[in-house]
């Protein structure tokens, strides 16, 4: 679950001049270099008569005036260099004075190099921390899963702990906690519904075949958005994207046939991952609430754990029972099933479930939904090789081949939706 379903990007602030209080002229500028160079009295009558009436009449008695400098492209003197000029004023000032150029400076200003590495590096770190948290939840979980054959009470754990450290994080109110409404609890209950279904269904697939062949079938996502998009939102997919889906079905095609662990419920339970996630991201967009009272990604993310396990409880009570009972344990031990360290897996896997998932949120509120897609198909090709190579999955030339044909067409997907069709014209 890596799609968005409500994505607020808040405003950036515009940078304050150190000098505060005092009056400025406001500048609103493409990158530009400038320095200051001595002009003949032609030049400055010149620029002097370039600045627009409203803007001498207001400033005059508080700028200083323009005459004794004159703007150039040129090489800044080596004693005071030019970086990237601060936005002075307000935004009501700016509109006095727009200078234009089509260059860009060769390099940024020290505050702006330290504010983008910064960022860069936070976000580089979120990547890898998703990438993590997502290749230990499906070790730990497919090692319960092949023990403790019960993917309904394992999903339960897993909503409960993420609900549990929900809870905890809004007491302590390390996450402000949302005043809900009628609607947007109205609102959010399909989503949460194909939630609990796309990670029910997972958890079935990799209890039945191995961690690689699921997600080489959860590859043909793009298929699912695409078909259901059309279906209920009307968005017809381009030439180039549907180009792009023909390579990840035939790849997951190929990957099937030479799939050593290969078995029908394994599938099955994959593509019904794929279309609840799907159909997620497609209720988000038919199924949303008002503009005023929409909800950041985090937030959505924790109501929706919340209602994934209230809806998922009954259905665990009356299909396989509660098996994380003492006395369900105290036999299964008898019956030389490690009971702690299953537990102790459990947990780990539910904290990595919650946690990558979290970390995803996190990263789709920085990100545009398009550079989130690329580094989804980057995690999967990451968890594929991870998982092969920790549980020794044997895996033939031939279904390599497919996978990496299935992962590369996801990829091509990914860019391709950049592409936007040209407007009709009469």
């Not at 609103?28 to 627009?52: E, F, G, K, Q, T």
């Amino acid at each position: 679950m890596q799609s968005a379903a409500f994505t607020l990007s808040p405003a950036s602030p515009f940078l304050k001049s150190p000098a505060a209080g005092r009056r400025a002229v406001g500048l609103r500028y493409d990158p530009i270099r400038l320095s200051a160079s001595p002009s003949s009295r032609a030049r400055d009558a010149a620029a002097a008569s370039a600045v627009p009436r409203s803007l001498s009449a207001a400033d005059s008695s508080s700028s200083p005036p323009l005459q004794r400098r004159s703007w150039s492209l040129g090489s800044p003197p080596s004693s005071r260099p030019w970086g990237g000029v601060p936005f002075l004023g307000s935004d009501r000032e700016a509109r006095g004075l727009e200078a234009r150029a089509a260059s860009v400076p060769e390099a940024a200003g020290e505050g702006e190099k330290s504010g983008g590495l910064g960022k860069t590096l936070e976000l580089g770190m979120l990547f890898g921390l998703w990438y993590l948290f997502n290749i230990y939840f499906n070790i730990y979980n497919k090692q319960v899963l092949k023990a403790f054959h019960y993917p309904t009470n394992v999903t339960l754990a897993q909503f409960a702990v993420g609900s549990v450290l929900v809870i905890i994080m809004w007491t302590f109110n390390l996450y402000k906690r949302p005043k809900l409404s009628r609607s947007q609890l109205l609102a959010i209950l399909p989503l949460a519904v194909v939630h609990t279904m796309g990670n029910l269904f997972t958890n079935m697939s990799l209890g039945k075949v191995a961690v690689s062949f699921t997600h080489t079938i959860k590859a043909m996502e793009p298929f699912f958005s695409v078909i259901l998009s059309a279906m209920f939102l009307g968005e017809m997919p381009t030439i180039w994207v549907v180009s792009s889906l023909l390579p990840i079905a035939g790849g997951v095609a190929l990957a099937s046939m030479t799939e050593a662990s290969f078995n029908w419920a394994g599938f099955w339970s994959a593509m019904a991952s794929n279309l609840s996630n799907q159909s997620r991201n497609v209720l988000s967009k038919k199924v949303m609430v008002k503009k005023e009272e929409s909800l950041d990604n985090i937030t959505l993310f924790s109501i929706i754990t919340i209602m994934s396990f209230v809806l998922l409880f009954p259905v665990t009570y009356f299909t396989e029972g509660l098996k994380f009972t003492p006395a369900y344990l105290q036999s299964a031990a008898q019956q030389g099933l490690n009971v702690q360290q299953m537990l102790t897996r459990s947990f780990l896997a539910a904290l990595c479930f919650h946690a990558y998932q979290q970390v995803s949120y996190m990263i789709l509120q920085r990100v545009s939904p398009v550079t989130h897609s690329v580094g989804n198909c980057v995690k999967r090709v990451v968890v594929i090789v991870s998982s092969v190579l920790f549980f020794r999955t044997p895996v033939s030339p031939i279904n390599s081949l497919g996978t990496g044909v299935a992962l590369a067409g996801v990829f091509l997907y990914s860019r391709v939706k950049r592409i936007k069709p040209k407007p009709k014209t009469a």
